[in-house]
């Protein structure tokens, strides 16, 4: 795999992590390949597949989460060729959501990647958990509170 290739996958990596933190659903659909599988059955989701499916489950996201932020690391692409790759990605997600309760996940994504008119893509990705996830029961301070 070139040096292009490999930074254009991580990249894309980090771009999920952008869009579905700052919710721009659309954009984080277009990570994905038109038929990408997305599962998240570990963590009592759903299998989500194609964009139709995947663009529901971002506004699902968006719909309860106040703030959300994904820390992407330790990528590593374990197989290659010239339009497909196999790779881990290990991420840090924190989550706030609207009735104010803060979780943290760590997790694996269990990556397969495609070339589609010369852009990588995510064709399948499975989230593990890595550690369990941790509820913290965040008190927001009222606004002007000097906490």
Same mark, same amino acid.
């Given at each position: 795999?070139n040096?292009e290739?490999r930074?254009?996958?991580?990249e894309?990596n980090h771009?999920?992590a952008?869009f %579905?933190?700052?919710? *721009?659903?659309?954009?984080?659909?277009r990570?994905?390949?038109?038929? @990408?599988?997305?599962?998240e059955?570990e963590?009592?989701?759903?299998?989500?597949v194609?964009?139709? @499916?995947?663009?529901?489950?971002?506004h699902d996201?968006v @719909?309860?989460t106040?703030h959300a932020v994904?820390l992407?690391?330790?990528?590593?692409?374990w +197989?290659?060729?010239?339009?497909t @790759?196999?790779?881990? %990605?290990?991420?840090?997600v924190?989550?706030?959501?609207k009735r104010? *309760?803060? /979780?943290r996940?760590? %997790?694996?994504y269990e990556?397969e990647? %495609?070339?589609?008119a010369?852009s990588?893509k995510?064709g399948k990705?499975i989230?593990?958990?890595?550690?369990?996830?941790? /509820?913290v029961?965040?008190?927001?301070p009222a *606004?002007?509170s +000097?906490?």
């Open positions: 795999m040096v290739d930074l254009e996958i991580q894309l771009r999920y952008y %579905v933190d700052c919710f *721009e659903i659309d954009e984080w659909v990570v994905f390949a038109p038929n @990408a599988i997305f599962d059955r963590f009592g989701n759903d299998l989500f194609g964009h139709d @499916a995947i663009r529901r489950y971002g996201i @719909a309860v106040q994904h992407m690391s330790n990528h590593i692409i +197989s290659h060729d010239f339009d @790759a196999r790779g881990t %990605v290990f991420g840090l924190e989550a706030l959501s104010g *309760e803060r /979780t996940y760590q %997790v694996r990556d990647y %495609v070339k589609i010369g990588w995510i990705r989230l593990r958990k890595t550690f369990p996830p941790e /509820t029961n965040a008190q927001l *606004e002007g +000097s906490r």
